[in-house]
């Protein structure tokens, strides 16, 4: 809750041509609390100042200045102040299809797997500074050569010093081939009406069986797994020039307000500043 004495909170995100496929965000936050979310790309945060918390693979975690907060694609995971300052930070959004192409070239092979990132905060002071300056040299946009070298090269040294390698992936069997029917069929459409009852006769299940292997597989129930998706989804959207009701529509959402509401507690912006930048 913010008092009258709190400054407002502070977010830019961006795109930079030397870095395609990622977004990019500067913020200082002092009261917003991010609701459990998840995105499908890799998130790489370098926190400049404050503290930050955030709950992540059934853990509280905390980041302080030179600290650097990753999250893996399709992961849930909050956030909020943990300094009475709130945090500040740099972020990198990064593609699947980036980390994956980049991980490739530095392992010499085609291996299909996702390279993984370590849960717990990472401290690695240098890296912390090289991230940050090219997130800098990729804001300012000034020289886009030296920026795509930069942030390439940080986020290389990334993977070389602490990602983990990808896991087998295996045919699902089983309640996980379940799971990922119900996930397509949520994905289907996501402007389409669907009932807890429909969903689970994809599977079949029961409603309530459904939801709850749905749920303790995701960490989400169906409605809000689904909601994410939507949200993660309208952002090419308004990449591509629709505005707030366009894309909430095509998404799915009962109305602009509900879009709005749902896409600042993950965002930490509305539609409409997001757009803009």
Not at 113 to 137: S, Y
Not at 238 to 263: I, N, P
Request: hydrophobic share 45%.
């Amino acid at each position: 809750m913010r008092s009258a004495a709190t400054p407002p909170d502070q977010a830019h995100y961006f795109r930079s041509p030397a870095l395609p496929e990622t977004e990019l965000l500067t913020a200082r936050f002092y009261a917003h609390t991010f609701a459990p979310h998840w995105h499908e790309g890799y998130v790489v945060g370098v926190i400049t100042a404050g503290a930050e918390g955030y709950r992540y693979r059934g853990a509280q975690h905390v980041a302080a200045v030179g600290g650097l907060a990753c999250i893996n694609p399709d992961e849930i995971h909050t956030g909020e102040r943990a300094d009475d300052q709130g945090w500040a930070y740099r972020v990198f959004y990064p593609s699947a299809a980036t980390m994956r192409a980049l991980a490739q070239g530095l392992r010499g092979s085609h291996a299909a797997g996702l390279p993984r990132l370590p849960a717990t905060v990472i401290q690695d002071r240098p890296l912390a500074l090289a991230l940050a300056r090219a997130h800098q040299l990729l804001e300012s946009g000034q020289d886009l050569l030296e920026a795509q070298t930069a942030a390439l090269a940080a986020l290389s040294a990334l993977l070389i010093r602490h990602a983990q390698e990808p896991e087998a992936a295996a045919p699902p069997q089983g309640d996980s081939a379940r799971v990922e029917t119900l996930r397509q069929r949520l994905a289907a459409d996501l402007a389409e009406p669907l009932t807890l009852d429909e969903l689970a006769a994809s599977v079949g299940l029961s409603a309530f069986h459904a939801a709850r292997l749905f749920t303790r597989a995701t960490g989400m129930p169906p409605h809000a797994w689904r909601n994410q998706l939507r949200l993660n989804r309208s952002l090419g959207l308004l990449r591509a020039g629709l505005s707030s009701a366009e894309a909430a529509a095509a998404c799915g959402f009962a109305d602009q307000s509900h879009y709005t509401r749902h896409f600042r507690r993950t965002f930490g912006v509305t539609p409409g500043r997001w757009s803009a930048a």
